[in-house]
């Protein structure tokens, strides 16, 4: 393609996602200010999110059948990309880190979608799994990315057991749910958002592929089993996202969570927050 042709289809694209960013913060202004309640935010994400991956032109292909009423979706968690691919295939709603809320934007949207937030520290996951089962009891779904941060795509990290315990309580099925980006033409994987990235920069190169192709494979639904079965649960749904991505099934325990970890993540947090302010 000749260079002034791809730089303004390129051009153009950067206006549409501007425009459609714009649009997504009046409709969670929208939901925010209706006294009806009549709007439906999953609805609007939905079509929200798979306008915007045709903007990216990534094209999404859905595998294997999604499990009906209340459930925990758990997912392997690649990029902020993951969100959307997600949503996209269905109305959902997520859990992400209290950060999020006041991010620019991002907090807009995910506060419009009734994002449920978890703070960090010893006993925070309680609070959250007291709002998650009402929700799930009365058939509502709900994301989780049990790995608490992105890897490169071609491994799954340890997964955190400790919001299985919503499954468990309410009694809805776990559905693991397995997420692979292809490479581009020349073998570059541009999706993963990973280590020091910061969102301009990976929104920058992925406007520069010309495609990519999302799959999302619903993995067969896990039972939620009885109390004290969290870690049952996320060695289960880890193994089984494992083998769907064809990797080999950890044997590992499921993660625990460390004062360490906490805080190197919540430094890139904190680090991604001051790039987008």
Same mark, same amino acid.
């Given at each position: 393609?000749?260079?002034?042709?791809?730089?303004?289809?390129?051009?153009?694209?950067?206006?549409?996602?501007?425009?459609?960013?714009?649009?997504?913060?009046?409709?969670?202004?929208?939901?925010?200010?209706?006294?009806?309640?009549?709007?439906?935010?999953?609805?609007?994400?939905?079509?929200?999110?798979?306008?915007?991956?045709?903007?990216?032109?990534?094209?999404?292909?859905?595998?294997?059948?999604?499990?009906?009423?209340?459930?925990?979706?758990?997912?392997?968690?690649?990029?902020?990309?993951?969100?959307?691919?997600?949503?996209?295939?269905?109305?959902?709603?997520?859990?992400?880190?209290?950060?999020?809320?006041?991010?620019?934007?991002?907090?807009?949207?995910?506060?419009?979608?009734?994002?449920?937030?978890?703070?960090?520290?010893?006993?925070?996951?309680?609070?959250?799994?007291?709002?998650?089962?009402?929700?799930?009891?009365?058939?509502?779904?709900?994301?989780?990315?049990?790995?608490?941060?992105?890897?490169?795509?071609?491994?799954?990290?340890?997964?955190?057991?400790?919001?299985?315990?919503? %499954?468990?309580?309410?009694?809805?099925?776990?559905?693991?749910?397995?997420?692979?980006?292809?490479?581009?033409?020349?073998?570059?994987?541009?999706?993963?958002?990973?280590?020091?990235?910061?969102?301009?920069?990976?929104?920058?190169?992925?406007?520069?592929?010309?495609?990519?192709?999302?799959?999302?494979?619903?993995?067969?639904?896990?039972?939620?089993?009885?109390?004290?079965?969290?870690?049952?649960?996320?060695?289960? %749904?880890?193994?089984?996202?494992?083998?769907?991505?064809?990797?080999?099934?950890?044997?590992?325990?499921?993660?625990?969570?460390?004062?360490?970890?906490?805080?190197?993540?919540?430094?890139?947090?904190?680090?991604?927050?001051?790039?987008?302010?």
């Amino acid at each position: 393609m000749p260079p002034r042709l791809n730089w303004a289809r390129r051009s153009l694209r950067v206006l549409q996602l501007l425009i459609h960013t714009v649009c997504g913060v009046l409709l969670a202004g929208a939901v925010k200010l209706d006294p009806t309640a009549r709007l439906d935010p999953t609805r609007l994400g939905q079509w929200w999110a798979q306008r915007l991956l045709t903007i990216l032109n990534i094209r999404l292909t859905c595998h294997g059948q999604a499990a009906e009423g209340g459930r925990v979706i758990v997912a392997n968690h690649v990029s902020w990309l993951d969100i959307f691919v997600l949503l996209a295939a269905e109305p959902t709603r997520f859990v992400a880190k209290s950060e999020i809320r006041d991010w620019p934007i991002a907090g807009a949207l995910a506060n419009a979608l009734g994002t449920f937030y978890i703070r960090r520290g010893k006993g925070a996951s309680a609070p959250l799994v007291e709002r998650l089962v009402p929700h799930l009891q009365s058939g509502g779904v709900v994301v989780i990315f049990p790995e608490g941060t992105t890897s490169d795509g071609r491994q799954v990290l340890p997964f955190h057991p400790r919001l299985f315990a919503a %499954a468990v309580e309410s009694g809805a099925v776990v559905q693991p749910v397995a997420l692979h980006y292809g490479a581009t033409a020349d073998g570059q994987h541009p999706a993963p958002f990973v280590g020091d990235d910061d969102l301009l920069s990976h929104l920058r190169r992925l406007l520069a592929v010309p495609s990519l192709t999302a799959a999302l494979h619903y993995c067969p639904p896990l039972p939620p089993g009885s109390p004290g079965v969290r870690e049952d649960l996320a060695r289960s %749904a880890q193994q089984s996202i494992e083998r769907t991505l064809g990797l080999t099934p950890s044997t590992r325990r499921p993660r625990r969570i460390s004062k360490w970890s906490d805080a190197s993540e919540t430094q890139v947090v904190r680090r991604q927050a001051q790039r987008l302010a």
